[in-house]
Structure formats: structure tokens, C-alpha cells
């Protein structure tokens, strides 16, 4: 069947070139007079990604177009001719864009897409590292006035299938599609000077109420949502906790629940983005998903019922590209981080197999996290409970 599929492929991509190829062209242009839309297309042809059909979405009519220049690569002014794109929602990141504009909007046009995939890049790190490698591959090509992006598994096969649609022999010009930091954007000691990214509503879930009815056994004040967070805060800890265990010994029994009963809610990524819920206890304990602010508040809540010093930090990640937030706990005197999130569903169960439980705040500094470095405790001491 994959046979025939990539046979019925290799036909599509004749059929798509056969036309523009009788136009002879010269050596001065040497392009076949595809559109937009059938380099697309041929490019595609050639990509394991294109079984996925159903997964696709398409971006042809000149508003949708249009929108999705203005929209996801921020360039509301530009004067383009012809554009097609098709992607992935959700946590993929396969993209495939091609743009025919004015020859002077090439470079503007590629450092806008340079800009978007550090954001899209920002989007997944931590949280889906397949799709990360995707983006580290990514290819920017431009040809003339043709401006490509592609974001696939197969980059190179991607790159020799869009250089076909422009002759015999004619290569495209690739532009670095992933740039590191600035110097100018740098501490003296390295770290990533913090600026709030802006993008979502990083307010704290005031658990106030919820922990008052917790230490004194009556919920009759809570709300209907706060009473249902606390009943299945009560559930997790009859599961996890008992009464002789220590600090730690706790603080790692709900870290494993959290991470392996509670997803990623996935629809942060779509355009209308994740219901409040996802940010605050009730996703993770209640829907079994959340956002990193989810995550967060939900340890932080079952911390403060085991008794055990937490705070939660509002932060960034991915230079200062998305918004994020992890915990704190105090242990013995000494304060450590933690990053439920991304450290969802590790392989085995096991402390050694996380790599953000009680970590130093230069190790998350070193893994691209940006906060207020001056407004919360430096975490310093070795990791606590491993080795």
C-alpha cells in the first residue's frame, strides 16, 4: 500500500510539473511557472507527513491567506502575489509555506519567519521534545521572489523537492532559521535578562478558601468548583500520602501523581487557546489536563495541604517567548525547583528519571527559564534526593 501510495505521489508531482516544463524557460529565470499552491503540493508529494491527510489544514484563498501572514508571521503590510500554506494544528509542528512577493520583501519576509519559529520553538520546548527537533530542522529557502518555509521530518528530501519546481539544477537559498540569544539580551552572569512575554494571563489561583476548609474539616463555604477541587485534592492525597512519610518523601509522592495522571491541554496551541480551568487546581485535578500555570497552582495547593514550604514562580521560557510557571519547595532550610510540567509522564517512576525535581535555579536557568531572578529565593543546594 505505501508503495502505491508513493507511486499515486510521484504521478501527482509529474502531472503538477508536466505543464510548466513546456514553457522551455531560460537560463536567466530557469523556472517551471509553478504557483504557489503546486509547489506546495509537489513538496508535499514527497513527505511522510502527506499520509496524513486528514490532519491537514490548508491556508489557500487569498484572505485566509492573508490572515495567516498577518496572523502567525506578523507581517501585515506585505505586498505578496500568490501564497499557499498548510499545516498542523495542535502540538504539531509541520508547516509547509511558500510565498511569491515583491523582491525587495524577501529579507523582511525571512526574518519575520526566523522570528516565528523562535516563538513557535518557544511553543514546544519542555513540553513535546519530538516536535522541538522538527523546528531545529526547519529550512528557510528563498528563490528569487519565492520565499519557502519548511518544517517537516524530512527536510532535505522537503528542500530537493521544492528546488524541481524551479528547473533542472536550480538551488535554493537557505537562510539560518533558528538564532540563538544576543549578546545585548545577557546578564554578566549569563542568564537571559527576564521580560514578560505577555501572552497569557499569568494571574495566581487564590487557594485561600479551599485550604481554610481543608484545616478545618468544613467545606460548607466553598463554591460548587472549589468544593470539587478540594474533594479530589483529598482523593490524591488518600492515594499518595501517609502519615509517617517525611517532607520529601511526600513532596515526590504527589510530584509523581501530578506528572503522570494529568496531560497537557493541547488546545493552548489552537487559536482560541485553553479555558481558564486549564490554568488553575480544577483542570488538573477535575479534567486531568492543564497549562504550565495549571500545573503549578496545583502543586503549589498540595503542598501547602502536606504542610511543606512552596511558592510558585511566574516566569518564561524560551528567551522570554512564552509565558511559564514552575514551584519552589523548601526542604531542611534550603529551597529547591521543580517543573511538573515539563517533566510529564517520565519513562519509569522513579526520581533519577526527572530532570526538573529539586533542581537548582541556575539549572533551570541553564535550561531556559527566564523569571525575576532578584523577586524569589536562589535555589543553591545540591538536588535533593537524587543520586
Not at 499557499?84 to 509547509?96: D, I, P, Q, Y
Not at 487564590?206 to 468548583?225: G, K, P, V
Not at 496531560?263 to 487546581?281: I, L, N
Request: charge should be negative; proline fraction near 4%.
Amino acid at each position: 500500500m505505501l508503495v502505491l501510495k508513493k507511486y499515486l505521489s510521484l504521478l501527482l508531482v509529474l502531472a503538477l510539473l508536466l505543464p510548466g516544463c513546456a514553457n522551455k524557460p531560460s537560463e536567466a529565470d530557469r523556472t517551471t511557472g509553478q504557483d504557489a499552491e503546486t509547489i506546495v503540493q509537489v513538496v508535499l508529494a514527497f513527505l511522510a507527513e502527506n499520509r496524513e491527510a486528514d490532519a491537514l489544514t490548508w491556508y489557500l484563498e487569498p484572505g485566509d491567506v492573508s490572515s495567516y501572514i498577518s496572523d502567525y508571521y506578523k507581517l501585515e503590510e506585505l505586498n505578496w502575489q500568490d501564497g499557499a500554506v498548510v499545516r498542523m494544528e495542535g502540538a504539531r509542528a509541520f508547516e509547509l509555506a511558500v510565498l511569491f512577493l515583491d523582491e525587495w520583501d524577501v529579507d523582511e519576509t525571512a526574518e519575520a519567519l526566523q522570528e516565528y519559529l523562535l516563538n513557535r520553538k518557544g511553543s514546544f520546548t519542555g513540553y513535546f521534545p519530538d516536535q522541538v527537533e522538527l523546528i531545529d530542522s526547519a529550512l528557510i529557502l528563498t528563490r528569487k521572489q519565492c520565499v519557502a518555509l519548511i518544517v517537516c521530518e524530512d527536510p532535505d528530501t522537503a528542500q530537493q523537492a521544492f528546488e524541481t519546481c524551479f528547473g533542472e539544477g536550480v538551488n535554493a537559498v537557505g537562510i539560518p532559521a533558528i538564532l540563538g540569544p544576543d549578546q545585548e539580551d545577557l546578564r554578566s552572569d549569563g542568564r537571559i535578562i527576564y521580560s514578560d512575554p505577555g501572552k497569557d494571563d499569568m494571574t495566581l489561583f487564590d487557594s485561600s478558601a479551599i485550604l481554610s476548609a481543608w484545616e478545618s474539616a468544613d467545606a460548607s463555604a466553598l463554591s460548587r468548583e472549589d468544593r470539587q477541587v478540594l474533594d479530589a485534592a483529598k482523593r490524591v492525597f488518600e492515594q499518595c500520602v501517609t502519615p509517617e512519610m517525611t517532607d520529601y518523601e511526600k513532596e515526590l509522592a504527589l510530584y509523581i501523581w501530578l506528572t503522570g495522571h494529568v496531560t497537557y491541554d493541547q488546545t493552548h496551541y489552537e487559536k482560541k487557546g485553553a479555558p481558564r480551568t486549564s490554568y488553575e487546581p480544577y483542570g488538573p485535578l477535575i479534567k486531568g489536563e492543564g497549562v504550565c500555570l495549571g500545573y503549578a497552582t496545583t502543586f503549589q495547593l498540595l503542598m501547602d495541604m502536606a504542610g511543606i514550604e512552596c511558592i510558585t514562580v511566574t516566569g518564561a521560557a524560551f528567551g522570554n517567548r512564552e509565558n511559564h510557571a514552575w514551584n519552589m519547595v523548601k526542604l531542611n532550610g534550603e529551597w529547591y525547583c521543580v517543573d511538573s510540567t515539563w517533566d510529564i509522564a517520565p519513562v519509569f517512576i522513579h526520581v533519577n528519571q526527572y530532570n526538573y525535581f529539586n533542581v537548582t535555579s541556575q539549572y533551570m536557568a541553564d535550561t531556559d527559564h527566564q523569571w525575576d531572578y532578584d523577586s524569589v529565593p536562589e535555589a543553591t543546594a545540591e538536588d535533593y534526593g537524587r543520586g
